[in-house]
C-alpha cells in the first residue's frame, strides 16, 4: 500500500493516524505541495482534483481523505470505527460532511492563508471557525465522540484541521469540551502526532 | 416520515429524489429561509449548523444531505444505491464529498449569489465551478454513472447543484457528457423536477 502524502496537510494527517492504528504497513511517498508535485500528469490520473492524500492499494487508487477512511475501516478495521448499521452510518456521514464542509472552509482555509500563504478571505475564515468549533465543543459537552459513543472515522475525520486552529490564529481556549476530545483522540492507541498537533 | 424542507434547495432537492426513487411516504414540512425558519431554537436542536434538509424518521433525526442519502439507501434501499463492499463505498464517499466541497463551493455559491443574493465571492465560486463541471464531464466520458457501473447515491448527491448551474450564470454547453448524464437521472423511476430541473 502507498500514500501520496504532504507532512504539513491535515488531510494527509486523518490517513497517517487511520494507517497507524490499524497497524497497516504501508509505503509513504511524499509529495511537495509548494513545488506542485500534485498537478503534473501522473498525479492527476490518480486524482483529477489534484490533491493528496491518494491512496493505492494493489490496483485500487482512492483520493479524499474521507473516501479513504471509509475505504481502510471497511477493509481493515472492526466495524466499530464504520458501522454498518443505517442510522450510525449516517450519524458518521454528518461528521464526515462537517469535516470536507465546515472544517475546512473554516480553520483550515485559516490556516492555509497563515501558514502557505493562500489567496482566500482570511476574516470569513475565521469568523466561520469560531461556529464550528463552537458546534463541536456544544457536541462533545457530555459526550465522548462525535458520532457514536465509542471513536469512529468521524472522529479521525474532524481532529485534525479543528487542533490545528491556532495555526489560523483562532484560540482554542474556549473551547473546554474541544480540548478534552483531543485528548482522547491523542491518547487512542497508534496515534501519531504532525507538528502543531498531539505535542 | 418528515422532512424539513425548501422547495428552491438542491440539497433538499437530494433528498426528495431519493424518497421518490425508493417510494418512501413522508410529510413535507416547508421551511421560510428568507424568514430564517432554519435558525429557530426548534430547528437548532434538529440540526447545529441550521440548515435544511433534515429527516426524521421515528425518533431518529439526521442533518446533511449525504447522511441523509446514506440513511434512507441503507434503510430502505437495496444494495445497489450503497454498496457495502470498502472499494465500492469509498468509490461512492469521493463523489459525496466532492458534492459537500467542489459542487458547493463553486455552482453552488455562484447560484446562492444570483438568485438569493448571498454575500460570497462570485468571480471566485463561478471559477472554480468550471474546473468542477470538467472534472464531471471527464469522469463521465464514457461512463454512466459517476461511481459505480450503475446509479448510486453519488449520482444523486452530484446532479442537483451541477444541473442548476446556469442559475449561477455558469454555461452547460460544453460539457456534453455531463448533459447525458443529467438525461440518464432525470430518466431514472421515480425522478421528481424541482424549477430549473428537470424541465
Known sequence: MKL???AASGNCHKVRMMLSMLGIEHEVV??????????????????????????EDGDLTI???QAILVYLAGKYGNESWLPADPADQAAVQQWLSFAVNELWNGPAIARAKL???????????????????TIMDD??????????DHPTIADIACYPYSALSEEGEITLAPYKALGAWFKRIEALPGYVAMPGLGA
Not at 483529477?48 to 492524500?53: D, H, K
Open 4 to 6: 501520496y502524502d504532504a
Open 63 to 65: 483520493y479524499d481523505s
Open 139 to 148: 457536541r462533545l459537552t457530555g459526550r465522548d465522540w462525535l458520532a457514536l
Open 115 to 133: 501558514r502557505f500563504n493562500r489567496d482566500v478571505d482570511l476574516p470569513r475564515a475565521q469568523a466561520l471557525a469560531a461556529d464550528v468549533l
Open 30 to 55: 511524499p509529495m511537495n505541495l509548494p513545488g506542485m508535485d500534485q498537478k503534473t500528469p501522473q498525479h492527476l490520473a490518480r486524482n483529477p482534483l489534484g490533491t493528496v492524500p491518494v491512496l
